[in-house]
């Protein structure tokens, strides 16, 4: 089991940042490939951003490349999601996700998935 908490979200203006974070707790965090998705109202969830077990892979929706940035660091047990030159259609519910993987790949089908955070609400005004 790995248990995940999403933190950092908020309100902003467009054009501007946030960072989030994921801690994670429970089985290996290194073991894992890491994603970030999010879901806005009505919507269905999306891929955002995903990073392999030891940060060597990384992979972004064409959406937000150039915007955002995934990175982990193993010995706090945390992801980040950097985010820049944020637009009012950033806006929703942002879920980290944590896939138990033996090699250095990365997913973005919420259904290779096997842990997910409860979420951070990011709201970008316009």
């Known amino acids: 089991q790995v248990q995940l908490v999403e933190s950092g979200g908020g309100l902003v203006q467009a054009g501007g940042s946030l960072r989030l974070s994921c801690a994670a707790s429970g089985r290996a965090f290194s073991m894992h490939a890491m994603g970030w998705f999010r879901q806005a109202p009505g919507k269905e969830r999306e891929f955002v951003a995903a990073?392999?077990?030891?940060?060597?892979?990384?992979d972004y929706a064409d959406s937000v490349k150039g915007r955002f940035t995934i990175s982990r660091d193993n010995a706090k047990n945390t992801v980040y999601l950097q985010m820049t030159s944020l637009k009012p259609e950033d806006t929703a519910l942002y879920y980290c996700?944590?896939?138990?993987?033996?090699?250095?790949?990365?997913?973005?089908?919420?259904?290779?998935?096997?842990?997910w955070g409860q979420g951070t609400q990011v709201t970008v005004s316009s």
């Open positions: 990073i392999s077990r030891s940060g060597q892979r990384t």
């Open positions: 996700a944590a896939d138990y993987a033996i090699s250095q790949r990365t997913g973005v089908a919420a259904s290779e998935y096997d842990y």
